[in-house]
């Protein structure tokens, strides 16, 4: 769920920072196991269960920084032996956007999960390019690259909420993508996702999505030395720089 939502500068940049928290919604009412006598739980075991179903077992807690002028949400996904997953973001982040009071007011709102940069060059570079799909569903074009805000403009001119790219070949050579073509697909890699289907050097089929390749920074930082919150939101300005000039 989402805990805490608070706006404040950091470092100079208008952001809205809190927590993702995650916990085990335990169901009290359901099958349990004696693992002592190694045998289904009866009455008598579900009897000496005390757990208020307000308290939930497993809780962990995940920082997260989102600049509203850049659309961009960074989110710590593993600390030591707690783990929350790029796609478990998108897919909480979705469930709350999906809300139709939400949707009434702004429409719908994609979440696209950030890949990182060698996704999109092993597409770009396949030995034998055979197919390319290009998806891009903007947020609004207020603060982006050149490239981009023309790109949203235009669609924002045409009320499209989404542009779909579909280009192959069967050309034993492959695509060869001109510069136009990779501008938008540096684009869809932030904004939507890309696809390739080939063939590598031996042959054999390949394909790689965008999607499924998110971008993860693995980082250490000494606690003695400095606060983790604050190397956390130091950390998140360099990463939100590097994405946000790509094209």
């Avoid at 099958?31 to 006598?37: D, K, P, R």
């Avoid at 509203?68 to 982040?93: G, W």
């Avoid at 971008?215 to 300005?237: C, H, I, M, T, W």
Wanted: glycine letters at 4%; a negative charge; proline letters at 6%.
């Amino acid at each position: 769920m989402l805990g805490g939502c608070r706006r404040q500068e950091v470092e100079a940049e208008e952001a809205v920072t809190g927590e993702f928290y995650k916990f085990f919604d335990l169901k009290l009412d359901a099958q349990w196991f004696n693992t002592i006598e190694q045998r289904p739980a009866e009455d008598a075991d579900l009897a000496e269960i005390r757990i208020p179903e307000y308290l939930k077992p497993h809780f962990q807690s995940f920082t997260y920084i989102f600049y509203p002028n850049k659309h961009r949400l960074f989110f710590v996904s593993k600390e030591q032996d707690n783990n929350f997953s790029p796609l478990q973001a998108q897919k909480l982040l979705t469930e709350l956007f999906d809300d139709y009071r939400l949707v009434r007011e702004f429409g719908e709102i994609e979440i696209t999960v950030e890949p990182s940069s060698e996704s999109l060059e092993r597409i770009l570079n396949m030995p034998r390019l055979k197919s390319l799909h290009i998806e891009i569903s903007p947020p609004n074009p207020d603060d982006h690259e050149e490239a981009e805000r023309r790109l949203f403009a235009k669609m924002q001119g045409q009320n499209a909420q989404k542009i779909v790219t579909e280009i192959s070949t069967r050309n034993p050579n492959g695509l060869a993508p001109d510069e136009e073509t990779k501008i938008l697909a540096k684009i869809a890699q932030s904004n939507g996702k890309v696809v390739g289907h080939g063939e590598n050097e031996e042959g054999q089929t390949v394909d790689i999505s965008t999607a499924e390749h998110p971008l993860l920074e693995k980082v250490e930082y000494n606690p003695a030395l400095q606060a983790g919150n604050d190397f956390f939101f130091s950390k998140a300005r360099e990463l939100l720089l590097k994405v946000t000039r790509r094209v």
